[in-house]
């Protein structure tokens, strides 16, 4: 099923109809930018040439590439070339026009350095794309974003950039359209936006079922992407997994990880967070009315259902399989997914939609969107409130409570109660964000309720 990507898809299509042209879509694996492209390529009527790079030398990736024009017969007989550049002028030659797809490009410097990778395609794209759209793809995203700085011999090649993200909560609800807001709120809260997961979640399951059937069971394909993910790009996968299962559903402050994770201060750490950050696994996180202090600055994970396999399944591989996947969510992921997992996520889809309504124009003066720190020390605590709106120096927050039930006016007033308790904080509007929806409500708060993340933004 392919979902959203309407403006992405129109982009796509513009730039293949388009000889003498070039492309880059990039993003992180399983996000759908394959699919994206085999679309588009549907809708034109150029030759097509898609190839998937491999992870060899340049000369058997030439060669590997010269099977596909066999294949697609473009080449009327096989026929040796030594470059990727003899192939490219062999196909300026022809009569006709091409759109071609260089898929997993970073396969290509597997076993030569890319600076020569980039210098041979920026030959290619100056010199030999008379008839020919190209579109260079890849999912590891440092190398890809690389391709985009001065220094590279790309930079400035590309009349197109795509940097293809998960679907938001809205769209990957498209998967699960029988379920209430309540449970599409828990089912993006684990299985997050990525089509190749979303694909295989059963509208007619309940949560625990999708779970036990994907995440839980060892052969499934959600699960071996969640175990595999760090082990195609990462060099240093067990550290990396170490840093993950200390993240887990929370987030941490870089001195909180070198302490839970005994690192000594060698920067190895920093290294590791950043290519972390780059493979766009994890990202720092800091409240808006705080955004450089460094105390304040914290990391977390940033896709969903890794964040549920380092919750849930890492840590606990073993029980995992001494107990079996039934047992298992009954003992150690259902105590907690309801009332600690599923509520933090919701959380940062609060926050996305709020930033939906800006995108629209629906929220005019709107300068941030994130968490807002407080420090109050008469009472003695400190802590963040949820979503909170900047508008200059004046803000609006937001409470947002994943509820089983409805929201009560006790629960209104003791939420609101803290709110007004802080006298920095200059607050202009108080609302909430309740999953069911409030038992009653009273004048002077804003209310949204899970029925309403899931309509058209009204504001």
């Known amino acids: 099923?392919?979902?959203?990507?309407?403006?992405?898809?129109?982009?796509?299509?513009?730039?293949?109809?388009?000889?003498?042209?070039?492309?880059?879509?990039?993003?992180?694996?399983?996000?759908?930018?394959?699919?994206?492209?085999?679309?588009?390529?549907?809708?034109?009527?150029?030759?097509?040439?898609?190839?998937?790079?491999?992870?060899?030398?340049?000369?058997?990736?030439?060669?590997?590439?010269?099977?596909?024009?066999?294949?697609?017969?473009?080449?009327?007989?096989?026929?040796?070339?030594?470059?990727?550049?003899?192939?490219?002028?062999?196909?300026n030659s022809l009569p006709r026009e091409f759109v071609v797809v260089i898929d997993e490009y970073p396969y290509l410097s597997t076993f030569v350095e890319s600076q020569k990778i980039d210098s041979v395609f920026q030959s290619i794209v100056d010199t030999k794309l008379g008839n020919i759209s190209l579109i260079l793809s890849g999912s590891q995203i440092s190398v890809m974003k690389n391709l985009l700085e001065e220094k590279d011999a790309l930079y400035g090649r590309f009349g197109l950039i795509i940097h293809l993200q998960e679907l938001n909560y809205r769209e990957a609800a498209a998967f699960y359209p029988?379920?209430?807001?309540?449970?599409?709120?828990?089912?993006?809260?684990?299985?997050?936006?990525?089509?190749?997961?979303?694909?295989?979640?059963?509208?007619?399951?309940?949560?625990?079922?999708?779970?036990?059937?994907?995440?839980?069971?060892?052969?499934?394909?959600?699960?071996?992407?969640?175990?595999?993910?760090?082990?195609s790009d990462y060099t240093n996968a067990v550290n990396a997994e170490r840093i993950l299962a200390a993240l887990g559903n929370g987030k941490k402050r870089y001195t909180e990880l070198e302490n839970k994770l005994q690192s000594n201060s060698t920067g190895n750490l920093a290294k590791q967070m950043k290519s972390l950050a780059s493979m766009e696994l994890v990202r720092q996180v800091a409240p808006i009315n705080r955004p450089n202090d460094a105390k304040k600055k914290c990391y977390e994970i940033n896709d969903n259902l890794i964040r549920f396999y380092y919750a849930y399944v890492y840590p606990n591989k073993s029980s995992l399989q001494m107990i079996g996947a039934r047992t298992?969510?009954?003992?150690?992921?259902?105590?907690?997914?309801?009332?600690?997992?599923?509520?933090?996520?919701?959380?940062?889809?609060?926050?996305?939609?709020?930033?939906?309504?800006?995108?629209?124009?629906?929220?005019?003066?709107?300068?941030?969107?994130?968490?807002?720190?407080?420090?109050?020390?008469?009472?003695?605590?400190?802590?963040?409130?949820?979503?909170?709106?900047?508008?200059?120096?004046?803000?609006?927050?937001?409470?947002?409570?994943?509820?089983?039930?409805?929201?009560?006016?006790?629960?209104?007033?003791?939420?609101?109660?803290?709110?007004?308790?802080?006298?920095a904080l200059n607050v202009v509007r108080l609302g909430f964000i309740a999953a069911n929806g409030y038992a009653e409500q009273e004048n002077g708060?804003?209310?949204?309720?899970?029925?309403?993340?899931?309509?058209?933004?009204?504001?």
């Open 328 to 423: 298992f969510f009954e003992q150690i992921v259902s105590p907690t997914l309801l009332s600690e997992f599923v509520p933090h996520r919701f959380e940062e889809l609060c926050r996305s939609f709020f930033s939906q309504l800006a995108k629209s124009g629906k929220l005019p003066g709107i300068t941030n969107i994130g968490t807002y720190y407080y420090d109050d020390p008469v009472r003695h605590r400190n802590g963040e409130f949820d979503v909170a709106l900047a508008f200059g120096d004046e803000y609006e927050i937001f409470e947002a409570k994943y509820y089983r039930n409805p929201m009560t006016l006790d629960e209104i007033h003791r939420e609101a109660g803290q709110v007004w308790e802080i006298d």
């Open 178 to 231: 029988s379920k209430t807001p309540y449970e599409k709120i828990a089912f993006y809260s684990v299985f997050g936006g990525s089509p190749f997961v979303l694909q295989q979640i059963h509208d007619e399951e309940t949560l625990e079922e999708n779970i036990i059937r994907t995440i839980l069971t060892p052969s499934n394909p959600v699960n071996l992407y969640a175990f595999n993910i760090l082990l």
């Open 1 to 91: 099923m392919f979902v959203a990507r309407s403006e992405e898809l129109s982009q796509l299509t513009s730039a293949m109809k388009r000889s003498n042209h070039a492309a880059l879509l990039y993003g992180k694996r399983r996000v759908g930018k394959t699919r994206l492209i085999k679309e588009a390529l549907q809708q034109q009527d150029k030759t097509a040439i898609y190839y998937e790079c491999i992870k060899g030398t340049m000369k058997e990736n030439v060669d590997a590439f010269v099977k596909v024009l066999l294949a697609e017969r473009v080449l009327p007989f096989a026929s040796s070339f030594d470059t990727f550049q003899d192939v490219f002028t062999f196909l």
């Open 445 to 459: 708060y804003t209310y949204y309720s899970g029925e309403n993340l899931y309509q058209l933004p009204v504001y």
